[in-house]
């Protein structure tokens, strides 16, 4: 990350001794349960028998577990921003945009008006038009041009008041997915292709030193070949390294001078001021790192999905996403990644599933994927209502979060009535 | 808009060149404006006058809209996201109203009646719905941080909008009109009916509204209460029920606006809210949030810049339209987050 200078990780010693075996241990938890879940699915799924495997093929599909690593990406990279540093951003989804328009354009062969076949590490096949970059590189690229359009969304409106940020964020949210739905005629030059999206994108491979044909053994051959679109097992692989990054850098961001300077402005913006906290560029940064992840995830969603279509990116995940980070507690990098895998799990899967048994069970025709809105509203309000500061809250988010603002007398006389 | 006064203190001689540029750049943006209008203008007078009188129907709209954004912006301080989403129930209500239940047609006098009772029954189910969320979910949440009320604003904007989908399906549907289509033709200028009804409903209700703010008792309680909650308090005010009071009178404009929005368009979409409810929003900061006059301004004015960039023949053309409002609510919080009529405010401490 560009903005976590070393120096800024490096301080306090003392305190972040503790902090970092503590992260080592969830670090060795992540990797257990991504192991688990991966050998699950690639050796012992097969043998589970013929009814255990239709039960995990609906309930739990290996690419509903994918497309939750990607929710949970993003919802890493709205927790720096919301849970950190305070900002109630609604428009996250921008960032989700334009990470997976950054796929569509380096690596597919769409840019044929621009390239006749250019080609960097790409495990895509040879002799194609268009851009075909490594997919580690578009994730870098991603985040890049993401951390530089948060920046530059940010530094205007960072001066604003809480609630006038969270609009223009919304409007943002809405102009840019409106741009890459419009753009298939800028002057002539088709920049997004319109309703009609990019599609196919390119193979990619799941580690990070470009394709390679060597096989050793049977698992590693799945791993190291050029994946199609239907290679759910090795594209986990990838995702939860994508993931693993995103908790790495939340972890440690957090933990460092940055990370600090967030938790300050988000607790009282003038004492931290006051205490020489640079508001405007810490704040800034929040915005860059959390549009970083957002980038990041858009690129994983457009290879889960091998495409880009503008109307996926609409305001209903910018709402999802800000649900996953209230409900697993807002700052809490372990609360919200459980929050991300629940909902996106309910949400994809879940709901449309148990519809299905209930409609099946009682005869019953009841369209349960349209209380979708019902259920995530809702979990906003009630959160906010009894369980402010989630489901796994830390002990100083609970603390700042319920103390009253006013005087107690008022609490007194206004309370009830 | 709040700099707090020690930012302002702090930052002051920095700021100094960016504040010379960045007004720079707002005339700049001003006089670009004009030229386009005048271009526009010359290149097709009667084209202009349509457009523009499309443009102030639909600010009508927005006006009653950003009402409710500035009604109870001015008295809570909270953006209230469910907002559009009400209006949006508005006009999913009158369908259901006016023509499942009153099975109205177009144009008969019996219309007519059937469509001024379904204007006061819509006004009074969606000024029900905003004292009940407020109610169950804002009032507790008064003293909380910040974030929570915005945030339990956006889950209500998703029941709201759960409500809509399963009264008006997912689709977008079509309503028979009372208002008859064809319009006052003067000379090569034609003013549609609905045109003038939106404008004879608008103009009366923000009278009333108006004289219940600035006359009556509970305006009065409104005012009080918007300026320090705990002096009125003390005063013996019932803030509480002023609030409400404020959240119905909001809720009713908003109902209004999706009658009229309906008799206008003639349809209904569930996910309508949202994006207009933002545009209104706009509309409400441009004129300078927390002021009445200043919402109308700013709807008439949206709705005048949203025509011109769908009609005009140099304008962007419909399918931009909500990126240039957008365009414009980011452009106003960089140059002039006050407003047109509103006074930047010192936050408090």
Redesign the interface.
Known sequence: MALSTPEAVETAPAKSDIAASHTRRWALWFAAIAVFVWVFYTFALPNLGSSGQTIVREWMPLGSVNEALVWVICAVGLNIV?GYA?L?D?GFVAFWAIGGYTAGWFMSNFFNQISNGFYFLSAAPPNQPGIHLNVWLVLGLAGLICAGAGII?GA??L??????L???T???G??IP??F??GADIRGFNLTNGALGISPLDNVSPLPFGPSTIAIGDASIAISKPLGPFDTTAKYVMFVLVAAFAVFVSLRIREGRLGRAWLAIRED??AA??MGVP?MRSKLAAYAVGAFMGGLGGVVYAVHNNSVFPDRFN?AIS?IL??MV?LGGMGNVWGVIVGALVLAWFNSTGLPQFGDSFNQQFGTDINFP?????F??????LM??FR?EGLFPETRTRQ??Q?????DA??L??GE? | MAITAVEAADSRPVLLGREKVERGIGIALLVGVTIWLIWNFIAGPVQFVNVALAGLRLGAIYALIALGYTLVYGIIELINFAHGDLFMLGSVFTSIVLVKWFGAGTGSLADWGLMLVTLVIVMAMCAGLNITSERVAYRRLRRAPKLAPLITAVGISFIFQWFGLLLNGSSQKSWPKVIPDGGLVLGPVTIDWSTIIVIVVTVPLLLILSYIVQRTRQGKAMRATAQDQDAARLMGINVDRTIAFTFALGGAMAGAAGLLYLETFGTTRYDAGFQLGLIAFTAAVLGGIGNLQGAVLGGVLIGLIQGFNDGLPYGFGQKWSQTVVFTILILLMVFKPEGILGKPTIEKV
């Open positions: 919301v305070g109630l609604l969304i205007p409106t001066r604003l008041k809480s609630d006038y969270a609009l223009v919304l409007g943002f809405e102009i409106q741009v739905l419009n913006e003038l001021s006051m508001l305001f709402i800000l649900a209230v349209s209380y979708n809105y019902l995530f509203g809702s979990i906003l309000v906010m209502l402010r700042v979060l103390e009253a603002e006013r005087s008022e609490e006389d206004g009535v």
